[in-house]
């Protein structure tokens, strides 16, 4: 829940993790197979000359010996703080402050989002139409607010518009437990909880 395109996000985590298994395999298959091993070592001499040839056309004084030996580890150094900048930068994603208040007299008072979530839970404390919740908090970009997530699971069969209104009543019920007003994210799930779940039934 932070301020990333998840579409990127999730791209990047299957590419890498297709590149890990891909490694994964090959290695494994090195120490299977005495054909996958030679070609794995034929590699390893290829690149190696490959790296030689490359470090003699930019030759410098030992100990580096060469140009590309200062200028590989350079770039990988340049590579590693730009991402660390462009995280710093992300700001957001989740915390288990649900608010904070900053007094100059009595200091900071701090709102746990656990104190919320016992909260809506005794709220929806025999409530037909829902099967579960939760509640989680997210972090603002710099100098912007954060907010809350509310989801509730419906139970099976349980009218929308009765889980809506019930959702705006935890809204205004959240608002007078912090004191002022927030923004909240409401999501109305289904799932397997729901499904597992008996049918809403109203008499």
């Not at 410098?60 to 060469?66: I, N």
């Not at 608010?99 to 989002?113: K, S």
């Not at 025999?126 to 912007?144: D, K």
């Amino acid at each position: 829940m932070n301020h990333t395109n998840r579409a990127l996000n999730r791209f990047l985590l299957a590419a890498t993790g297709l590149v890990l298994l891909a490694a994964g395999a090959l290695i494994a298959g090195a120490g299977l197979d005495a054909g996958i091993r030679g070609r794995w070592s034929s590699a390893g001499t290829s690149l190696l000359g490959g790296w030689r040839n490359l470090a003699g056309t930019a030759p410098l004084q030992e100990p580096a010996g060469s140009w590309w030996a200062v200028a590989v580890p350079a770039i990988l150094l340049a590579g590693a703080a730009a991402c660390l900048l462009w995280l710093g930068r992300q700001g957001g994603g989740r915390t288990s402050e649900a608010a904070r208040h900053r007094d100059a007299e009595l200091g900071d008072t701090a709102v746990d989002i656990s104190f919320l979530e016992s909260a809506v839970d005794a709220a929806l404390a025999g409530n037909r139409a829902v099967v579960g919740s939760s509640v989680t908090a997210w972090r603002g970009r710099r100098g912007t607010p954060g907010g809350l997530r509310l989801t509730l699971h419906a139970r099976r069969g349980a009218s929308p518009r009765e889980v809506a209104d019930l959702a705006d009543e935890l809204i205004a019920a959240i608002e007078a437990l912090l004191g002022h007003h927030t923004t909240v994210l409401v999501r109305i799930a289904g799932g397997t909880r729901t499904r597992l779940a008996g049918a809403h039934r109203t008499s």
